[in-house]
């Protein structure tokens, strides 16, 4: 940095005076700080979510990602906005707000957000800013869950599709695991064991309750037991007739099975 001031003599100038400072790492911090304000600027507005960063006044001065179209906005558009103002319809956005302006991080695994064209589902974090241990606004980050929270009402709507046709077969189904525990059961598979569903749930054919019989009426060893033959084989199993000897009943209870791998 080079300065220059006139000497003056009976008010004439005659001469100058210089100075030279080094300004080298001045120059270098301010060339370091572009790059990096560049690299946050381009990480920022990449984002599949959405980055938001909220004043102590509860005005947007940040709001980028390209997660941000869901909602039929643009990045940049929320900057001067009042946060509390745009989101008057959704408390629990306002809620997360207010928590990480008290100084509290605070996490929102499902916000529910009305979108352009439907209801959008966020996974949100906010975060107190601070400037000189005060709080001066909070960060956000929503990551949009909307696809996979879709799927997974989906699945489970399947799942009580499932059970509810399970459960009404005329014919008595159980499921069991790889470990042949058995983790569904219908209600005519627990009249014919005479267990209850708690009593049923999470027993595993080792269980000493079991007693199978062939159809000569001699002991079933435990590797044909009809879902341990499924597992070793990874075949179906179709009508394999076997008799059940359960401890409440003197006369035995006969069925044929029909079983396939999952």
């Known amino acids: 940095l080079y300065k220059a001031l006139p000497?003056?003599?009976?008010?004439?100038?005659t001469g100058f005076r210089a100075s030279v400072t080094d300004i080298s790492r001045l120059k270098q911090a301010?060339?370091?700080?572009?790059?990096?304000?560049?690299?946050?600027?381009?990480?920022?507005?990449?984002?599949?979510?959405?980055?938001?960063?909220?004043?102590?006044?509860?005005?947007?001065?940040?709001?980028?990602?390209?997660?941000?179209?869901?909602?039929?906005?643009?990045?940049?558009?929320?900057?001067?906005?009042?946060?509390?103002?745009?989101?008057?319809?959704?408390p629990e956005l306002i809620k997360g707000?207010?928590?990480?302006?008290?100084?509290?991080?605070?996490?929102?695994?499902?916000?529910?957000?009305?979108?352009?064209?439907?209801?959008?589902y966020y996974d949100v974090f906010y975060t107190p800013r601070?400037?000189?241990?005060?709080?001066?606004?909070?960060?956000?980050?929503?990551?949009?869950?909307?696809?996979?929270?879709?799927?997974?009402?989906?699945?489970?709507?399947?799942e009580q599709q499932l059970n509810s046709l399970v459960q009404n077969v005329q014919a008595a189904v159980i499921v069991h695991d790889a470990d042949t525990k058995i983790v569904v059961s219908n209600i005519m598979a627990q009249e014919l064991l005479g267990l209850t569903e708690e009593q049923v749930l999470g027993k595993a054919v080792i269980d000493p309750y079991w007693k199978f019989l062939r159809q000569d009426q001699s002991i079933l060893p435990y590797g044909e037991f009809p879902v341990n033959q499924v597992i070793s084989s990874r075949q179906p199993l179709i009508d394999f007739?076997?008799?059940?000897?359960?401890?409440?009943?003197?006369?035995?209870v006969w069925v044929l099975v029909n079983a396939v791998p999952v």
């Open 97 to 120: 707000i207010k928590k990480a302006l008290q100084g509290e991080t605070f996490h929102d695994p499902q916000l529910v957000v009305q979108g352009v064209r439907d209801q959008r």
């Open 30 to 90: 301010e060339i370091d700080l572009r790059e990096s304000e560049g690299k946050f600027r381009a990480i920022v507005e990449n984002t599949k979510g959405i980055i938001f960063i909220i004043d102590k006044n509860r005005y947007f001065v940040l709001s980028e990602g390209s997660a941000l179209a869901g909602l039929g906005l643009k990045p940049g558009q929320m900057v001067g906005m009042d946060a509390f103002e745009v989101y008057k319809e959704t």
């Open 130 to 158: 601070y400037i000189d241990g005060k709080i001066v606004g909070i960060v956000g980050e929503a990551i949009d869950i909307t696809e996979r929270t879709l799927a997974e009402n989906m699945l489970r709507e399947s």
């Open 241 to 252: 007739i076997v008799a059940i000897q359960r401890p409440d009943k003197d006369e035995l």
């Open 7 to 13: 000497v003056k003599q009976e008010g004439e100038i």
